[in-house]
């Protein structure tokens, strides 16, 4: 990240209450396990691992030498090893939304804090949808039926979920990811040992909103739960055309169902978007839709595969989508109020590929001949 942007990205921040001063508090508060076992600082951060569950014990992966690098190097104010994603995103100058700013809501008061606040699990790929953007990885259909391969062996062994118990009553926040939350036995589980124990943390569930039966009802009833729903669209023509095998009007019943529940228990709700070319043109309605709703909106960036990618497109397309938009925004920003941030975000994002894609485009372009008479 250059000076400048650094220089407005902190300016951008509200940490005053932190007694560590870090570029991201990822490593300082979070802990992510994916489905190999690796345990990371965040979802984004996939090559530097802090640890693996198959191999280490919970305590040794939250205090191990990984971590410590890649704390010392953010409290440096420089991204460290593996943060690849937010050097991408921001090295046009675009601070609206990067990975890192989500953890500034985490108040850090040592460099080595004794408990992680929260932690994301993504451990399963368990899921009834084949989204078009998704692979067998995050979803057990798409790997038995698009990829045919035989399904993926769960590695987390019992000893984890037995050192997990003590982490559970100190942390904030647990985020339940898939594949698809409500299918995942795994998750369950730990559920059960919070249920069990009282623990009083709020649970987070990124759902497809496709699920809703007895067993989540009981969850539901026991926990505090706050949902992310994933749709990705604005009409049931495009979120069936994209969530491959979903009911539009049955998320829709659920996502009602959900909505009583959130505003009953005080919870959260959310609406998520993967940003795409398939989509793009419905974002504005999906934010007014969220609006009325009275949910924020999330925004993913598909960037694989590349023929699903929006700012991979050759500039004249970027600036054809970008005029589209900026007609839009004229009668969408003053009907926005909680996700007119997320919509000018998105939208200065645009501008910024769109004016890097042009100029790039004019940078590798011959040289004009002129014929002097």
């Not at 969220?290 to 925004?299: F, P, S, Y």
């Not at 003053?334 to 004016?355: H, I, M, S, T, Y």
Request: aromatic letters at 10%; proline letters at 5%; glycine letters at 6%.
């Amino acid at each position: 990240m250059d000076a400048e942007t650094l220089r407005r990205y902190n300016e951008s921040r509200s940490i005053a209450g932190n007694a560590v001063r870090s570029l991201c508090y990822a490593p300082h508060a979070n802990i992510f396990f994916d489905q190999k076992g690796d345990a990371r600082a965040c979802c984004w951060n996939t090559t530097h691992p802090l640890g693996n569950v198959v191999q280490e014990r919970l305590d040794d992966i939250w205090r191990s030498a990984q971590a410590q690098v890649l704390r010392r190097a953010l409290e440096g104010m420089e991204l460290g090893p593996g943060c690849m994603a937010c050097a991408r995103q921001t090295a046009n100058g675009w601070i609206a939304n990067p990975p890192m700013r989500a953890f500034d809501r985490f108040v850090v008061t040592e460099t080595m804090p004794e408990w992680p606040q929260r932690m994301e699990f993504s451990i399963a790929n368990a899921c009834n949808l084949e989204c078009v953007m998704c692979n067998g990885t995050l979803s057990s259909s798409i790997r038995a039926r698009r990829e045919h391969r035989p399904p993926q062996q769960m590695v987390y062994p019992p000893v984890f979920f037995d050192d997990l118990r003590k982490y559970l009553p100190h942390l904030r926040q647990a985020k339940f990811l898939g594949g698809e939350p409500f299918l995942v036995t795994e998750y369950y589980k730990i559920w059960d040992m919070m249920i069990g124990d009282g623990v009083n943390a709020e649970i987070h569930v990124t759902t497809n909103g496709t699920q809703y039966n007895a067993k989540v009802e009981r969850v539901l009833d026991a926990l505090r739960v706050g949902l992310a729903v994933s749709l990705d669209g604005a009409t049931k023509a495009t979120v069936e055309s994209i969530r491959v095998n979903a009911d539009y009007d049955q998320q829709m019943r659920n996502l009602k169902r959900f909505r009583e529940y959130t505003l009953e228990r005080k919870t959260s709700l959310s609406l998520t978007f993967c940003f795409m070319r398939q989509n793009w043109f419905e974002f504005g309605d999906y934010c007014l839709f969220a609006e009325e709703m009275g949910c924020n909106v999330g925004v993913n960036t598909v960037t694989s595969p590349p023929a699903f990618a929006v700012y991979n497109l050759p500039a004249e397309e970027l600036r054809r989508i970008l005029d589209s938009m900026e007609r839009q925004s004229v009668d969408l920003e003053p009907r926005l109020k909680r996700n007119r941030a997320v919509w000018l975000g998105e939208l200065d994002r645009l501008r910024r590929n769109c004016r890097q894609a042009e100029e790039a485009q004019s940078a590798s372009a011959p040289p004009v001949l002129v014929v002097v008479p």
